[in-house]
């Protein structure tokens, strides 16, 4: 194991109040990189959209889940296993697999599509009105 790649985050617990989420996801992301790289992946972003391809060739439409919970974005794949297949050479992998993303605070899934072998999840950043900048206005007043 790289030793770069793994962090010790438990002197940060001790002088911080209210930050577990950002040491949770720290550290779930340090340890997926560390040995997680199936299915590969693309980040794609434009503006305040985003777009996650993830390589899903030979997983039909019911052996991939999406799912987002408490901003962790988590894609599923598992494969049926058919016992009568005899594979000369298997070189397409299809191995189950678990790939989670850290979701920024209001960033919303908007669809989830496959086309030609890879899976394209469209996320948005929006706002609410009480997050966005407001223009104060100042007033000025006579002595």
């Known amino acids: 194991m790289n030793t770069l790649t793994k962090f010790d985050l438990t002197p ?4 911080t109040v209210g930050f577990d989420r950002i ?12 040995s997680n790289t199936y299915p590969p992946y693309n980040i794609k972003q434009s503006g305040d959209t985003f777009q996650i391809e993830i390589a899903v060739a030979g997983f ?5 889940e999406c799912q987002v919970k408490d901003n962790i974005l ?10 009568e297949t005899i594979y000369l050479h298997k ?7 678990i790939r989670t993303f850290g979701l920024g605070d209001h960033v919303e ?9 890879l899976l394209s999840i469209n996320l948005e950043r929006e706002l609410p009105e009480e997050a966005k900048p ?10």
């Open 74 to 83: 988590s894609v599923t794949g598992e494969q049926r296993r058919e016992e």
């Open 134 to 143: 407001k223009k104060i206005a100042i007033m000025f007043q006579k002595q």
């Open 12 to 15: 940060f617990h001790r002088g």
């Open 109 to 117: 899934v908007k669809s989830a599509t496959v086309v030609n072998g």
């Open 60 to 64: 039909r439409e019911d052996e991939i």
């Open 23 to 34: 040491f949770d996801t720290l550290d779930r992301q340090f340890s997926n990189s560390v």
């Open 91 to 97: 070189g397409i992998s299809g191995r189950d697999f």
